[in-house]
């Protein structure tokens, strides 16, 4: 193993940079070339098809089967003219990646010949096997039949020789077996509940659409290293490691020049995203050694989700290519910062107004108080649902550790709109204002014009001017869970809003009064979910629980805590997801996370066992002869000074080997007990409270063995020599 090592450090130190041939064309130019977008829709379908389809995207109308059949013969035709041979339905089950099926157009005809062939029911509807993926019961292993059926609103691209048409995936008894359909169905409910409080204040609207703006970010090491980690290609994160003599402490890294190697592959990365339409525009280096970060231009959420899914897909497929390994969990490394994924979220109608951006009238900012009010009010009343969305075990080493929000969901809205809100609280009105008139003169530097609000990096959940920014999704997970937990939230408190605001007007209270009462309400009731100050401070965790804000930081606790009745009603009145189908992804969700600790546990032990106690002992025993030897050289007073360091060294290695072997044991023994426990939420807390502590404590001693032992001997490759790209 340790040969290993210094094999791949040699490779990934020789290791001539590829170079990207890309084409020198303007992006303009290929942007979207391999999406089945409008332009290839006018292109390729006849009007009465073309229309169906946009009445679908934009109206929520269903396709007619005659008309499928249309859309599936130019859909054919364009992916065919691109050099597709096969199709496949491409959707997100609950496993969290995507999944598919590939068939391919060729058609066998008599005389031993072939066509093309590609119909409608295969355009909308496939049946694969729905009993592998996890369903929490829905499914039993003997019963198989699935569907997966056509989303119009994202359009069909290709990858490689195929076409992938996204689809959602329910069981045979109609249940969601995956993230898009309950994403579709609460971004339905949205636009009906948003659409009816803008109508309060212009009756002119008829759609509002929720917008995602997300920042990916991620790590990259070397191929060679990466495959010389068993527990980085196990479990996506290093389970043993000391920490390097430089990582982040100069700040040095963050948005320093793009190594070479680095901008070779991202350049091949973004013509891929670019080919796909998806609007990639940011690139930059991240705060950690080896992090970085890529950010598209915002888009309607279903499609935004979708291409988030596509992106981390091609970091993987492409990274290869330049013999690199994107890592995408949330904290491949300890001791330096993990990785998010910033979801950026707003509400636009469909002429264009963004309904979290305060207006230059009256009126605009009180439907965007209204808005905002409703937003707050939902989070307050749902934070545990909103905490649940983002729980992972891999976010679990991210939350709360001095890079990433603590578990608290809190709400920052800036020193500006704090004022608003406590004088609406206070007096029932408030100030129209233009915005904060001020700007910074620097000699020979444009005019800097500052905004309303700074920006709280610490805030989970904060207010950046137009949007909020959920700060606390982990990078590898999928966006569909805190999308709709978080538009399910919202659209709630929308739709009680209106009730609210009805209620007061049919009292003869004006109309503009009853808003207003009903927005002061909100904000009096919410305001303790509101917080300006440092969220990584101790000080706010003990002031969170005084204003009795839940700070429940592992996984099973934080899915037990919003999986209540109130979370279920919410859910079933407005029609998004069942009681049974909140049963189910409760269990999936314990499931998974006691199998990625079951995981790691296997991982450890193996390397620690067969790895690492082996070597230490090696070296030990090297340790032991050169003493044997002074002992017969020098006399014995010099032998006593001289050995001492020696000495020390081998009975450290002793108690580090002893106490690793003790450990190991002892968590073996409790896993088999905890395996035994039937009920899956028992199991998962089980894991999480007797197994989880077990890797800490021996990690701290085989990262205390790496320091001892000779480097030589050393198997695993080092963080000074995995953060650094050659």
């Known amino acids: 193993m340790s040969n290993l090592r210094f094999k791949a450090l ?22 979207g070339e391999l999406t089945f977008n409008q332009a290839s829709m006018r292109e390729y379908l006849p009007v009465e098809a073309y229309n169906a389809v946009q009445d679908a995207i934009n109206h929520n109308k269903q396709i007619d089967r005659r008309v499928a059949d249309q859309v599936a013969a130019a859909m054919k035709a364009w992916a065919i003219n691109k050099g597709a041979t096969h199709y496949t339905h491409w959707f997100h089950p609950l496993t969290g990646a995507t999944a598919e099926k590939h068939d391919a157009f060729v058609s066998p005809q008599e005389g031993g010949t072939a066509i093309e062939n590609f119909r409608g029911y295969q355009l909308v509807q496939q049946e694969p ?22 989303d119009p609103t994202s359009p069909a691209f290709i990858m490689d020789t195929t076409l992938c048409i996204p689809t959602i995936f329910i069981s045979y008894t109609g249940e969601a077996l995956d993230f898009k359909t309950p994403l579709l169905k609460v971004l339905s409910v949205l636009d009906k509940e948003a659409t009816k409080v803008c109508r309060l204040f212009n009756p002119e609207v008829n759609k509002v659409f929720a917008t995602l703006g997300w920042e990916q970010e991620y790590f990259i090491v ?53 080919r796909l339409g998806i609007p990639v525009k940011t690139r930059h280096n991240e705060v950690a050694p080896n992090q970085f970060e890529c950010a598209p231009v915002f888009e309607e959420v279903n499609l935004a989700v979708d291409h988030n899914m596509l992106v981390m897909h091609l970091l993987k497929k492409i990274s290869k290519r330049h013999e690199l390994q994107v890592l995408l969990h949330e904290k491949p490394f300890s001791r330096i910062n993990g ?76 020193s500006e709109l704090t004022k608003t809100i406590m004088e609406i609280i206070h007096t029932g009105q408030f100030s129209t204002k233009n915005g904060k008139d001020l700007n910074v003169v620097v000699p020979k530097i444009p005019e800097i014009l500052l905004d309303n609000t700074d920006r709280n990096r610490t805030s989970p959940f904060a207010f950046t001017g137009n949007k909020f920014e959920f700060r606390a999704v982990g990078s590898s997970l999928t966006c569909a869970k ?16 209106s009730l609210d605001v009805a209620s007061l007007t049919s009292r003869n209270m004006d109309q503009k009064e009853a808003i207003l009462q009903t927005i002061k309400s909100y904000l009096t009731e919410s305001q303790d979910v509101l917080f300006e100050g440092n969220n990584y401070g101790d000080e706010w965790k ?44 409760h269990e999936i969700k314990m499931e998974k996370f006691a199998k990625k600790i079951q995981i790691e546990a296997r991982v450890i032990g193996d390397l620690a066992t067969n790895h690492i106690i ?41 108690e580090h080997v002893s106490e690793i072997k003790s450990l190991i044991l002892s968590m073996v023994g409790k896993k088999e007990t905890v395996n035994a426990i039937e009920d899956i939420e028992a199991k998962a807390i089980a894991y999480a409270t007797e197994i989880l502590p077990y890797f800490s404590q021996i990690r701290g001693h085989v990262d205390q063995l790496e320091m001892l032992v000779d480097d030589d001997l050393w198997p695993l490759p080092k963080y000074r020599e995995l953060l650094f790209i050659r």
């Open 542 to 585: 003990e002031e969170a629980q005084r204003r009795g804000l839940k700070n429940v930081g592992s996984t099973p606790f934080a899915v037990k805590t919003a999986f209540t009745e109130k979370t279920i009603g919410l859910y079933e009145t407005l029609n998004v997801l069942t009681r049974r189908e909140l049963m189910a992804r």
């Open 614 to 654: 082996p070597l230490a002992l090696k070296y030990q025993n090297v340790l032991i002869e050169n003493v044997k030897g002074l002992r017969d050289v020098l006399d014995s007073k010099t032998f006593v000074k001289l050995s001492k360091n020696q000495l020390q060294s081998i009975k450290e290695i002793s």
């Open 10 to 31: 040699e490779i990934a130190i020789n290791r001539p940079y590829k170079k990207s041939e890309l084409p020198s064309r303007k992006i303009s130019e290929y942007f």
């Open 222 to 274: 070397d191929n060679a290293l990466y495959s010389v980690r068993p527990d980085l290609e196990l479990t996506g994160r290093t389970v043993f490691g000391h920490a390097s003599a430089k990582d982040q402490q100069l700040s040095d890294h963050y948005f320093g020049s793009i190594p070479e190697r680095i901008m070779n592959f991202l350049k091949e990365f973004e013509y891929e995203c670019h």
């Open 129 to 150: 096997d729905a009993s592998s993926f996890p369903s929490g019961g829905i499914r039993n292993t003997f019963e198989a039949r699935g569907y997966t059926a056509w």
């Open 482 to 497: 805190p999308m709709t937990a978080l538009n399910l939230i919202v659209s709630g408190q929308l739709r009680q809003f």
């Open 339 to 414: 990785s998010g994924k910033h979801n950026n979220w707003s509400m636009m109608t469909d002429n264009g107004i963004n309904l979290l951006a305060p207006g230059k009238s009256e009126t605009e900012n009180l439907r965007f108080l209204s808005f905002l009010a409703c937003t707050i009010k939902g989070i307050f009343i749902h934070n545990d649902l909103l905490r649940a969305s983002i729980a992972s075990y891999e976010n679990e080493y991210r939350l709360g550790a001095h890079e990433a929000p603590p578990s608290i969901i809190s709400v920052f809205v800036g």
